[in-house]
């Protein structure tokens, strides 16, 4: 079989590019072809650890606002995916977030013959709804028409997909609310690597340099934005640190968006918390697989997800995780993980506080191993490859 895999910044860790590259690295271990058309945002951690097999063609992303670039990239790359395609004659080609409109504009313009196959890592319709529970903050504007803008891509770039697979149950419904037929969708969860978590990390004394030796930690993974939810976790603090007197939330991530950023440093000193909240801003893996291994809870206060890696990661290291009910989330922890709604601090405060006297991480971990590894997951998504392909 071969795949052409069209994927943003196609690196080892986060989000769509990280699910995109297992996907890959897995295929490759079952005798795929795979080829992979990538823009050069993480051009040095696009090779390491991938096989010689996997050819990588890199294409120039314009520094254009969003989302002219992304129609820029398809532009510019449509000559390589073509060229390609006549070359080896793909049996699939897999796309991936809003690179989906590479492969649809071949499509358009008759440069590709090939079944299209859309992994959707999310609808954004649960964030779009949550808009308005959003605090203000400079620039919130660009932010949710940044958003609502990914949407309406995906919308309309996933009715040219032949095949669609998503990460979430949930998604299902969601999709066919965007007008896209069931019959046509598959889901399938997002899978987590187990070797990260079976190593000594060498953050193993991360709490202490954070002066957090004796606290109670609560850890929260991910970008600082608005969807991720970290102004609940902050207006959580309060609550939480009443339940209980050692308890610190500390969130490991970069800014995603300046004004965000500052709002939650206001909000934090606003609410006196500034004892109780540590925004790590972003840190080497090590760093983050340390805090995964020392919390004492990982939580998630997300508004909108597909099928969420930190809750993934956070499980597969054996920590108690708390949730907000939310897309994928109950696909990965099932009756294990403790549930708040998104935006309610006091009802995550709960949660969270609940998490600190449960010992649900030896379960979760065996959950894991037994269902969520990436060679699992991908054994079903070959099954659907090879049934597309035909």
Not at 68 to 89: C, K, M, Q, W, Y
Not at 112 to 127: F, I, R
């Amino acid at each position: 079989m071969k795949v052409c895999t069209v994927a943003p910044a196609f690196n080892r860790h986060g989000g769509v590019p990280y699910v995109a590259r297992n996907i890959v690295a897995e295929l490759d271990d079952r005798g795929v072809e795979n080829w992979v058309i990538t823009d050069q945002e993480h051009e040095d951690d696009v090779r390491p650890e991938l096989s010689d097999e996997v050819e990588i063609r890199t294409v120039r992303r314009s520094d254009r606002l969003f989302p002219l670039n992304i129609f820029a990239f398809a532009v510019r790359a449509l000559p390589t995916l073509s060229e390609l395609d006549e070359a080896h004659d793909f049996d699939l080609i897999h796309m991936h977030g809003n690179y989906i409109t590479l492969p649809v504009l071949a499509d358009l313009l008759g440069k590709v013959d090939t079944p299209l196959v859309e992994t959707a890592h999310g609808t954004y319709l649960n964030e779009i709804r949550s808009f308005r529970e959003y605090p203000s903050f400079d620039r919130k504007w660009k932010y949710c028409t940044g958003v609502y803008l990914d949407h309406l891509i995906q919308k309309y770039g996933t009715r040219f997909a032949d095949h669609v697979h998503t990460v979430a149950e949930r998604a299902v419904p969601e999709l066919e609310e965007m007008g896209i037929d069931p019959d046509r969708v598959v889901a399938i969860p997002n899978g987590v690597d187990l070797t990260e978590f079976d190593r000594e990390t060498p953050a193993e004394n991360v709490r202490e340099s954070y002066g957090l030796e004796d606290a109670t930690v609560a850890v929260s993974v991910g970008s600082a934005i608005p969807r991720k939810g970290v102004h609940t976790l902050v207006d959580a603090a309060p609550a939480l640190r009443e339940r209980d007197a050692e308890a610190h939330i500390v969130h490991v991530g970069g800014h995603g968006h300046s004004g965000y950023a500052d709002y939650l440093e206001t909000r934090i000193q606003e609410l006196g918390v500034e004892d109780v909240v540590t925004l790590t801003g972003r840190v080497p893996r090590e760093e983050l697989l340390g805090w995964f291994e020392t919390c004492d809870v990982a939580v998630s206060a997300a508004y909108s997800e597909g099928c969420p890696i930190n809750v993934l990661e956070a499980a597969a290291s054996g920590s108690t995780v708390v949730a907000t009910d939310v897309a994928g989330a109950p696909d990965v922890l099932g009756d294990l993980g403790i549930y708040a709604e998104p935006g309610d601090p006091e009802g995550l405060a709960d949660a969270m506080a609940d998490g600190f006297d449960a010992d649900t991480g030896p379960a979760l971990r065996q959950r894991i191993e037994e269902q969520f590894t990436w060679d699992r997951i991908v054994d079903r998504l070959f099954d659907r490859f090879e049934e597309w392909s035909e």
